[in-house]
Every structure is written in C-alpha cells, then in structure tokens.
C-alpha cells in the first residue's frame, strides 16, 4: 500500500495558463466557503449534516398530471430517485435544515420549460419557497424572468444547466435577473475561475467530484438499460494490422474527478461555495463521506495546514481515503484541476 508521500507524488502539475492562479491562502477565509450538499430525503439530510454540509439543495417531485420535470434532473436517474416525494416532506427537510443552520438551495433548473407549463412551473416553485427556501436555482433565462417578477425578494442562482462560460454573461445575469450566485460550468478551470471571483456583487458555486471537462447531463448519450452513461463510456480506435485496439479514453467522461488538492487555490481564490453531487446517489452514506472529506479538506485550510498536511490527517482516519480515493482518483489522475491526460482528451 502506498504511504501519503507517494499519493501526493501522484497529483500532476497544473496547466500552464493556472499555475498562476494557485495561491496560498488566508486561512481565516476558509471559515467563509460553504459546503453545499445535495438531499433528497431526511436521512440523507442527517447524514450530510453529519458530514459538515453548510447548505444543502434539493428538487421537488413535479406534480401528478406533470409529464416534465422542473428541475435538472429526471425523477429518476439510473433507478433512484433524484427529488424530494412529496410538499410535506420538503417543508420537513427545510424546517430541520435551517433549525441546524443551514441554507436551502430549491433547484428549479430545468433546461427548458415549455411556455404552456409556466403556471404549473411558477406553482410548482411557490410551494417550494413557501416551505422556506433560502434561494430558487434557474437552469433557463424565461424561467429566471418568471421567478424574478413573481418573487422578486427571493435570491436566484444561475444554475449550471445555463451555462455560464463568460464573465460578461454573468454580470448580464447579475443586471438583468438579480442573479446573486453563479453556479459554473464543470469544466472551468482555475484561470476561468478567478475571473468570476473578481465580478463585483457576485457569489461562486463551484461543482467539485465532477468530470473536468463534461458538462453533465447536457450530451444527450445514452441512459438507459443496457446502453450505460454515454459520458462514460471509453472509446477505441479500429484495430490497427497488429496489436490490440488503442485507447482512445473516455472524452465524453463526466464521471469523478478529485479537487481536494486545489481546495486551497479555491478558497484563495475567493469562492463562496464547493457543490457536492449527487442528488441521484444510490449509496447516500457514500456520498455524505465525500462531503465529509471537502469538510476535512476545509478545515485544514483554515487551520493553515498545507495539502499534504491534510492528505495525511485523512489517511491516519479515513479508511475510505486508501481503500477507495486512492485507487479511484489519485492512482488514476482523475484531478479535476489538473494536467491530466484524461483533462486534455475532454472536448
């Protein structure tokens, strides 16, 4: 087994254009990031509290006579359920989240909403809201309009399905909309990152244990029995005259790939939150001990430790860290923030 040397050694550089953008930070600010979490029922909200989430997101269950979904996500996604059942149980979950001191995220970021369903949708939301959500998540510029004019002292957040990829695009958020926070595209980089730090007035979600390069659930490949998650599947070349098939790796990929290692550079770089995934987890308690380890890596932050200082604090109590994180991520490369093989074959 490897010692926490040799799983540091693992890590590769930074690309060049970010190396720049890799800083030490105060460790004071640490205690400002938030820990965003994904729940979809009162037993995973207990557990990422254990985890130390500091907010949480979830999505409602649409309406019966509803053939969409308001949200990002199908109700269902590989067989498990990605939304909260039913209006008593969202009210519950908010009510438990706040008397623990968390904020609520309501995800209202469908794509694309049809024009007939706007009263169903805004409906749809208001129950949301009147649970006591702290903030609505828009995934669609009508759909920012329609929650701005209806609720306009409620904080909206760009949700990834829209795609913020300039900061000019999310001052026209901030202008347009009063979009407060922007959650950013999973394959923004470092560089990319600082830029929308520096934007006046703005809040930065950043999605960590995500694919660096695939923008999830946007391709459009496959999901179903049988055919797998397209963005996960590897490709190969045609037989070359002698030899196996080449590799071509997976460059659709939008499976995990760690950022514990440049927790720091975020937290230096201002952040306001890391966003764990997940809302569709078929092992909760899996994905509560992913938060818990962000937690970890927080907190050594703001202890003013350096990462292989918390690498190794992980190891001496994790057993999650060398029996899963180690073989899965580090041994693997799959570094969301760095210079990886897999990151340059991502389109």
Known sequence: MSDVTDQWELAPPHTEREAPFVAVPDPTTAA??????????????????T???????????????TAVSFDALPGKRDGDATQVSNRRLVKEIISQAHAA???VNLCADAPAVAAGDKEAFLAHAAQGIDAGADTVVVGALPTARWIADTHPGVPLVAGAPLGVSTAAYALRL???YGVR???VPHATGLDEIAAFCALDGLEIEVPVQTGSGADCHHCRLPDQPGSGLGCRAGYQSAPAAEGAPVDLGGFLDGASDCALCDVPSLVALGVAALQIPGRESPIIRQNAKITQMYRRALDGVARGWSTKQTIA????FELTWQMGWVPRMCEQQRCRFRDTPRRRTHV
């Open 313 to 316: 604090d992980i190891d001496r």
């Open 174 to 176: 901030q202008e347009t």
């Open 51 to 65: 985890g130390g989430a500091t907010e949480i997101y979830l999505a409602q269950r649409a309406p019966a006579d």
């Open 32 to 49: 400002a990031v938030g820990l965003d979490a994904p729940v979809r029922n009162l037993q995973m909200l207990e557990l990422q509290i």
């Open 101 to 103: 001191g968390l904020k």
């Open 181 to 183: 926070r922007i959650v």
